[in-house]
C-alpha cells in the first residue's frame, strides 16, 4: 500500500504542476485515473485527500506572489474534485446496489411469510378430510365387519395406518412452520438441567435399557427455552433410540470453547450414519435409517436445524456406521457464553 501510496503522490505532483502550467483536459483527465487507481489499489480518500494536502503546500512554497497562491489554489481545488469523481461515482454506485439489495430482501422476506403461510393452511386443511377417511374407514371396520373378509379388513387397517403416519406428517410440517412463526424470547436456559430431565424421562420410558448419560453440568445458554427443549429433546431422543440396537450404550452432552464461541454437543455410540448422506440428516422427512429398523417420519433434525438458525447459530454432525454420531451446535454471538444465571433462568430439573 505504501508503495502505491508513493506513486499516486509522485503522479499527483506531476499532474498538478502540468495542470498549473495550462495542460487543461489533459491534465484534468489524468487526474481523474488517479482517482481511479487509488480505488482499485484500496488507497483511502482521507489518504488522498493528505497527498494533495502535501503537494499542494510544495507548490504554494514555490509561490511568488499573493496572487499566484490563490490561482494555485483555485486549479488544484479543481483538479482534486477531478480526482475525487470515480469516488463519488463508487459511492452512488454501491448506494444503488444497497437499495436495490435492500428490495430483494423485502421481497424474499414477504415471499418467504407467504409460503410459510401456504404451507400452514394446507397443512391445516388437510387435517379434515384426513379425518374423514380415517373416521370412515373406522365406521366399516366396525358396522360391516361381518361381511367383509380378512382381506377387505386388511385393507382396511392398512388404510387407517396410512391416515395415521399421514397425520403425523401434517403435525411434523405444522410444528416446523410454527417454529417459525412464533416469537423468540432469549433467557438464561441451563441445558444440563433439561438434558437430566429429557435422560430420565428416556431412562422411565423404557427402564429395561442399559443407557449411561454422561452430563456436563452448568451447561448454560442464551436463547429461547421452550425451543432449546425441542432441540435437546429431539437431539437426546435420537440418541437414544439409534443406540437402542446395541445392548450397553452411552450418550454424553457437554459444551467446548470456553474462550470463544460455544459449541454445544450430544454424542452416542449407536447406530451412526454413513457421512456420505450427511446433508440429507437436516431436510425435513429425509431419513438415512428405514422404519423397520427405526420408526421415525425425518422431522426431527429439520426441525432442530431451524430453530438453531432461528437464534443464529449452526449445526453439523459427525458419524460413522455402528460407531455413533455426534450432533454440534452454536446458538450464535448472543447465545455464546452464559454462565450468568441468576436471573431468568430456565431449564427442567
Ligand atoms: N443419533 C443418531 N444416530 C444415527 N443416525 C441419526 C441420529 N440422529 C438422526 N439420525 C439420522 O437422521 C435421520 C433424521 O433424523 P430426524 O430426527 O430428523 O428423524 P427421525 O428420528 O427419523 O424421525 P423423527 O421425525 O421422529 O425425529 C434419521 O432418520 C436417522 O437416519
Ligand atoms: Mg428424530
Known amino acids: 500500500m505504501a508503495g502505491s501510496s508513493d506513486e499516486l503522490e509522485q503522479a499527483y505532483r506531476l499532474t498538478l504542476q502540468d495542470y ?9 483527465s489524468r487526474a481523474y485515473e488517479i482517482g481511479r487507481k487509488a480505488i482499485v489499489d484500496k488507497v483511502a480518500l482521507l489518504d488522498l485527500a493528505a497527498i494533495h494536502h502535501q503537494v499542494l503546500v510544495e507548490t504554494l512554497e514555490g509561490a511568488r506572489s499573493r496572487r499566484d497562491v490563490a490561482g494555485a489554489i483555485r486549479l488544484a481545488a479543481d483538479l482534486f474534485t477531478e480526482c475525487l469523481s470515480p469516488f463519488e461515482m463508487t459511492h452512488r454506485g454501491f448506494q444503488e446496489a444497497n437499495a436495490t439489495l435492500m428490495r430483494v430482501n423485502e421481497a424474499l ?90 435422560a430420565s424421562d428416556l431412562k422411565q420410558a423404557e427402564p ?55 459449541v454445544y454437543f450430544v454424542r452416542d455410540d449407536g447406530a451412526g450414519f454413513d457421512m456420505a448422506y450427511v446433508d440429507k ?28 438458525h432461528r437464534h443464529s447459530g449452526t449445526i ?5 456406521v455402528e460407531k455413533g454420531a455426534t450432533f454440534y451446535f452454536t446458538l450464535g454471538s448472543a447465545g455464546g457464553r452464559c454462565d450468568d444465571s441468576e436471573d431468568d433462568s430456565a431449564g427442567g430439573g
Not at 498549473?20 to 484534468?28: I, M, R, V
Not at 453439523?316 to 460413522?320: F, M, N
Open 109 to 198: 422476506a414477504a415471499a418467504n411469510m407467504e409460503l410459510e403461510a401456504f404451507s400452514y393452511s394446507v397443512s391445516h386443511d388437510l387435517r379434515a378430510p384426513l379425518r374423514s377417511i380415517n373416521g370412515f374407514s373406522q365406521a366399516i371396520m366396525e358396522d360391516y365387519a361381518d361381511r367383509l373378509d380378512d382381506q377387505g379388513k386388511e385393507y382396511f387397517s392398512r388404510i387407517m395406518a396410512a391416515c395415521n403416519r399421514m397425520s403425523q406428517l401434517i403435525d411434523g410440517l405444522l410444528g416446523l412452520a410454527r417454529i417459525t412463526r412464533s416469537e423468540m424470547h432469549r433467557v438464561a436456559v441451563n441445558l444440563s438441567a433439561m438434558a437430566w430431565t429429557i
Open 20 to 28: 498549473l502550467e495550462g495542460a487543461g483536459e489533459a491534465a484534468l
Open 208 to 262: 429395561e435399557r442399559h443407557v449411561d448419560f454422561t452430563i456436563m453440568d452448568d451447561v448454560y445458554a442464551w436463547g429461547d427455552a421452550r425451543l432449546l427443549q425441542v432441540v435437546m429433546e429431539n437431539l437426546l431422543g435420537n440418541a437414544w433410540k439409534y443406540t437402542a440396537r446395541h445392548e450397553h450404550a452411552r450418550i454424553e452432552f457437554g459444551a467446548t470453547g470456553d474462550d470463544g464461541e460455544r
Open 316 to 320: 453439523w454432525a459427525e458419524g460413522a
Open 281 to 308: 440428516l437436516f431436510t425435513p422427512f429425509s431419513r438415512l435409517h428405514g422404519s423397520s429398523e427405526f420408526e421415525g417420519i425425518g422431522i426431527g433434525l429439520a426441525t432442530v436445524s431451524r430453530i438453531i
